[in-house]
């Protein structure tokens, strides 16, 4: 099938790939120039586990061709389906901002206008519910002069990709959900995936387009209230000098519990969570609802790096001392510094007038715009070397490996955001919630 995306970002970059590995012929759509050279060149343009192979075998001059990108949004009119991947960041007051969508949505259309065949156009970005149909649909048909499920259709198809696995979370999915109120927009999403659905043997879930909306927020919102949950246990678990993580083991043999994200530590991050989170807590007020579980998971979330530097505190006064940021990603395997718990964690050394220094295998670059006066080092070494403390905050393969390296710090105060290191003599260590 002949499928375009619109949007080159951790979403519409890894979709692109994975389409065009189930065979499809993919054109990746964005207006960054740097970005559409570097798909073209065979390289993916974002650091995700598994992406740069997918872009090789499929982009650039030793591909298969099925993979290109382009900056002409006229390239849409050679394809059957257009996956709208386009950010939604957030408004002052935390509401979804659908500017980014709309004007996409805009552009498409006048540019279906001028085609006559059928063509179906999918948000996979995440909306609240009633986006697509309140405003994005409206939109697309205004610039078209077309009428949706008459001349074009509309659907969503909400995406669950972590970073850092995106790429396996999308070719091995836990479900596929497809939404859309008119049946040959949904045929047509359907034939999209089902090259992955055969492979994959993933269930399927065929809603209608607000349906498909609230999943996506009603996912991530369980997600985030159990991270946080297990998080003020572990904190309560703290103050009993109880090690949270032996009650996580015996809870997640509950099978109405489960294992999954009952790590407990210094909190989510990332792009999803935080945003998520907060469009559909404000979408929920505008409705007249006060989403009280969801308030209290964030409020959870938000104190946990000011207890991760409280517990320094309780060890050493970091006012003109080096201190030691471990991990500076959201989590392991990006790059992604949105919403990372390092930020929060930064911003209190400053306020204690540390001198900071920090490491992370591949997300400096992107702290160093935020931060441009932290001192950044290529080795974990040489962030502990003279250390007054050391806070561990992204727990990368690189950072657990760490043992002897404490032994180079001036005063060995270890406090421990991920359970990532081993507790042992001649260093002060504290775990965040054991």
Not at 163 to 176: C, I, N, Q, R, S
Not at 405 to 413: I, L, N, S
Request: negative net charge.
């Amino acid at each position: 099938m002949r499928v375009s995306i619109i949007g080159s970002g951790y979403v519409g970059t890894t979709v692109a790939a994975c389409f065009a590995d189930l065979g499809h012929e993919v054109v990746n759509v964005d207006v960054d120039q740097e970005i559409v050279d570097t798909i073209n060149d065979g390289t993916a343009p974002i650091h995700e586990d598994g992406l740069a192979e997918l872009v090789a075998d499929h982009a650039g001059p030793d591909g298969t061709g099925r993979l290109e990108a382009t900056t002409d949004y006229a390239a849409v009119l050679d394809t059957d389906v257009t996956f709208l991947c386009l950010p939604t960041p957030q408004n002052d007051d935390r509401s979804i901002d659908l500017s980014v969508m709309e004007t996409a949505a805009e552009q498409l259309g006048t540019t279906l206008a001028t085609k006559d065949a059928w063509h179906t156009v999918v948000i996979k970005s995440t909306v609240v519910p009633g986006s697509t149909e309140d405003a994005i649909t409206p939109i697309l048909e205004a610039a078209s002069d077309k009428t949706a499920g008459e001349e074009f259709g509309v659907g969503m198809n909400p995406e669950f990709l972590r970073e850092g696995t995106a790429v396996h979370d999308f070719l091995d999915p836990d479900k596929v959900v497809l939404g859309a109120d008119d049946e040959r927009a949904l045929a047509d999403i359907h034939e999209v995936f089902d090259p992955l659905i055969e492979r994959s043997d993933a269930p399927v879930v065929e809603t209608d387009t607000r349906t498909a909306e609230m999943i996506k927020y009603a996912n991530n919102g369980f997600l985030a209230a159990k991270i946080s949950l297990i998080n003020d246990i572990g904190n309560i678990c703290k103050e009993f000098g109880i090690d949270a993580y032996e009650v996580a083991d015996a809870i997640a043999l509950d099978d109405r519990i489960g294992e999954q994200f009952l790590r407990s530590g210094i909190g989510w991050g990332g792009s999803c969570f935080e945003k998520d989170t907060a469009a559909i807590r404000a979408a929920a007020r505008d409705q007249g609802y006060e989403p009280a579980m969801l308030d209290a998971a964030t409020e959870v979330n938000d104190r946990q790096p000011t207890r991760l530097l409280s517990l320094m505190d309780a060890h050493v006064d970091v006012a003109g001392e080096r201190v030691a940021v471990l991990g500076l990603a959201f989590k392991p395997g990006t790059d992604d510094i949105r919403n990372s718990r390092a930020i929060p964690v930064i911003e209190g050394l400053q306020e204690r007038g540390a001198e900071i220094v920090a490491y992370d295998p591949v997300a400096i670059e992107n702290m160093r715009e935020r931060f441009p006066d932290v001192e950044y080092v290529d080795t974990p070494d040489a962030a502990l070397s003279e250390a007054a403390a050391a806070l561990v905050v992204t727990d990368w393969a690189e950072i657990t490996a760490l043992d002897d390296e404490f032994d180079a710090m001036r005063t060995p105060v270890v406090v421990d955001g991920r359970r990532a290191i081993d507790r042992r003599d001649g260093i002060v260590y504290e775990g965040l919630t054991w």
